[in-house]
């Protein structure tokens, strides 16, 4: 069998098990057994597949019908154009997050202090250490498995980050110029309907939101102002339906120049605001 013939049969099986992108899947898990590229493959296509590279390729196509991730196969997942190392103790980085580290970017001051409650994988910290200017950080989590995958990141990426196991701010001391975060924001009662890639392999402590989806922000928001400097700004990611919800919390606290920002596919996705300086 040839490379093309393999691609086209594990497709084929992915279609059957109604796996999104079936086409992209079976390519990208190919290039993942093979250690080549896209043009690698289009040049080779009509060679012959050697066996052990079949057989693990197979491997890998029955894993993905049974819908696990591709990124819990491959253990990989690039965001924000770096690499990041993902099991299934965190969320998968998703694009719709990068427009809260470009955000971030946009106004976190050089040699600021970053803390990202929730960090997970520890995306949106070391994204913000990599690209920004000078910053520091803390990254805090309730999974210790978690944290591990967040500072085998951090080393992955090259920057210095601490990492601190904390109900959101309870272990958390001093203050920060910004605080990001990316918390479970899933109404309790939609957490069944979702794909199974999602409900069946990701962390449910870092989806279920609660029973409106809300219970994290109650707690983010107001807390958040010990711990922001004046004039340092509070970040979050948000549901596509929680932005009038949320804003309103951030209004209540006095934060000024509250924004709503959109994502890519044109969905509420972040709302942020500064603490007043006085």
């Known amino acids: 069998m040839n490379y093309s013939e393999a691609v086209h049969k594990a497709q084929t099986s992915l279609e059957q098990h109604q796996v999104p992108d079936p086409g992209v899947d079976a390519l990208l898990l190919l290039q993942f057994v093979c250690g080549f590229n896209r043009a690698r493959y289009y040049a080779i296509r009509e060679e012959e597949i050697p066996p052990e590279q079949l057989k693990r390729y197979r491997e890998l196509i029955e894993k993905r019908s049974d819908r696990i991730p591709l990124q819990h196969l491959t253990k990989e997942q690039e ?29 976190v001051p050089p040699s600021g202090r970053v803390l990202d409650l929730c960090t997970g994988s520890g995306c949106i910290l070391i994204s913000l250490l990599k690209l920004g200017n000078d910053l520091g950080g803390t990254g805090s989590d309730l999974s210790e498995k978690a944290l591990e995958v967040a500072a085998m990141n951090a080393k992955l990426n090259g920057v210095k980050a601490s990492f601190v196991r904390s109900d959101l701010f309870s272990q958390i001391h001093g203050t920060y110029d910004m605080v990001v975060s990316n918390p479970p924001y899933i109404e309790s009662s939609v957490i069944g309907s979702l794909m199974e890639e999602v409900r069946d392999h990701e962390p449910l402590m870092a989806l279920d939101g609660g029973r409106d989806g809300l219970e994290f922000y109650r707690r983010i928001v107001p807390q958040s102002l010990q711990h922001l400097n004046p004039g340092g700004w509070l970040i979050l990611e948000i549901g596509y339906n929680q932005a009038e919800a949320v804003r309103s919390m951030f209004v209540s606290q006095q934060y000024e120049d ?21």
């Open 79 to 107: 965001f924000m154009g770096l690499p990041f190392h993902v099991s299934e103790d965190v969320l998968i980085p998703r694009q719709d997050t990068e427009i809260l580290v470009q955000e971030a970017l946009k106004r």
């Open 258 to 278: 509250v924004t709503v920002i959109r994502d890519f596919g044109g969905n509420d996705r972040v709302v942020l605001g500064r603490k007043a300086i006085v």
